[in-house]
């Protein structure tokens, strides 16, 4: 849109002035190779952790180092299940996941929607507070939870895990919703309310399908973060019973040495939902990142 | 009530307002996710802000009230000063990377390019992966015997770095790793700011004849201010948080060469099970963020409208 704007006032200028130039013609080349050189930069690392994780041991270890496998293996695929407990740490860290996205999502929204439309006495405390809880370092919040949690007979549960996760995201997810919700014109309620619409009616009927990208855009938020989360599983996880897989992957380390291509199979597994989301979802997580930037 | 029955008699001239302003049902609403809050999220901390002026070790039976002394005792420990001097260095430096770089490179990728949807699908890849998994990644590529980064330099001809061994590499080399995440975020932050930019300005600059480097320099720059204070923030906010790529790849060593205040303070909780000076560390950490956003705040480059 802007270009054609551009070269409209190109066209209408060319008999008056020099042809202007666009703004910022460095050069097209020296731009086209700035954006491959991201491109390889960003995707160089990624695609060394898959080259690593398909190869036999013996060439992991090889010296020289070469860039094309001497033969290709998924055995450290196999081996990530069989030798190592990655189906468990999965599976922790899909119901960690998953029931954080729900608990966090039924309630962020009536908070969301009631910081957005209703006169609360303490608003301006509130909004602090969230904002506060945005910036805490996660390691300030895990050290009293591991003794909460302990005093309740919590550690090592997927419930401890979950209950972190939820009060940790719901700032966030609330900060987020409020925008969204705030974009919605007041007269639909308003004319639901006259219908005789209840508020909780109107919420879920009305205002919740018109938050719909919002809604998308935390809950594929809080699940990337609950999926990606180190420290809240390391501190209140101590067995197998609750270990995510971002735990799992220090397990590789300590247990067992070092076994590198493993290790790059549980890490290339590990990030395959995040490129379905970025990949199916960039438009959500752009919406969310940028607004959760703006306002948080 | 009266008001009630005016609004519903003649919903033509006055709004109903009652059910949308009513501070009960507001905070029935809010209520639950407050209340969550509350009991997991600031209970705690104000419990640890609490016992950060004990002695406060899980395994001893009491916690004797001991005052400012942890705050003491941590401020003036080598090992916390240690890591909030890496700290420092970590938030200056990635900061300063990522911020120019991304913004060099948004400058010249946007516009009319080829390609440039597919980048901005990929850029974001970095950003939202584990941090676990770029430490993991980036600890074998800086793997001093198999890692493809000194085989790079060995084709270079330039000497190899003990990258995560050596006590002076230790901390650049997370630096690098941190920089390889989130410079994609500040170039895709940078990018949407660019392509919200009025182009009047741009345009009557171009035609006058200014330079790229002037347009750039006086136009763009000074009209991106508020992206840049917003990305400032929020990586002045993370740095302060960062601990995951750390932990994977140097668990802060060797010898607290690489730790930053949380990887200090997990390990004085959960290694050496003492919660009062690790609690301490937490606030002072959260403390100096805060003061450093305030500066932020305060800077008149950044105020001006």
Known sequence: MA???????????????????????????????????????????????????????????????????????????????????????????????LATVVCVTVLAVPCAYAMARFRLPGHRVIVALLLIMRMIPVVALAIPLFAVFASLGLLDTLTSLILAHTAAKLPVAIWLLIGFVQDVPKEIEESAAMDGAGTLRTLVQIVTPLIAPGLGASAVITFLFTWNDLLIALTLASSENAQTLPVGLTNFVSQYGVDWGAMSAAGVLMVIPTLIFVWFAQGLLVKGLVTGAVRG | MADAAVALNQPGRRRPRGPLTSAWTGYALAGPALLVMVAIFLYPLGYSFVMSFFRWDLSAPSAPFIGLNNYKETLTSPLFQQSLRNQLIFTAATITIEVTAGMGVAVLINGKMRGLRAARTLLLIPPMIAPAVVGLNFRWLFNSQYGFIDALLTDLHLPAIPWLSDPNWALASIIIADVWQNTPLMVLLFLAGLQSLPQEPLEAAAVDGASPWQIFWYITLPLMRAVIVIALMLRIIDTFRTFDVVWLMTQGGPGGASSLVTVYAYLLAFQGVDFGHAAAVSYIALAISLVLLGVLYGLPWLRER
Do not use: C, K, M
């Not at chain 1, 409209?8 to 050069?27: D, I, K, N, W």
């Not at chain 1, 086209?32 to 695609?47: C, Q, R, S």
């Not at chain 1, 952790?49 to 010296?63: G, N, Q, Y």
């Open chain 1, 3 to 97: 270009a054609t704007s551009e070269e409209r006032v190109a066209a209408g200028s060319v008999e008056v002035l020099q042809p202007p130039r666009r703004p910022f013609q460095v050069g097209l080349a020296a731009r086209y190779a700035v954006l491959i050189g991201t491109i390889v930069l960003t995707l160089f690392p990624l695609v060394w952790l898959v080259i690593t994780s398909l190869r036999v041991p013996s060439d992991i270890f090889a010296v020289p180092v070469h860039i094309i496998p001497a033969s290709v293996t998924w055995r450290q695929y196999v081996n990530v299940f069989t030798q190592y407990n990655l189906a468990g740490y999965l599976w922790n860290t899909i119901i960690v996941s």
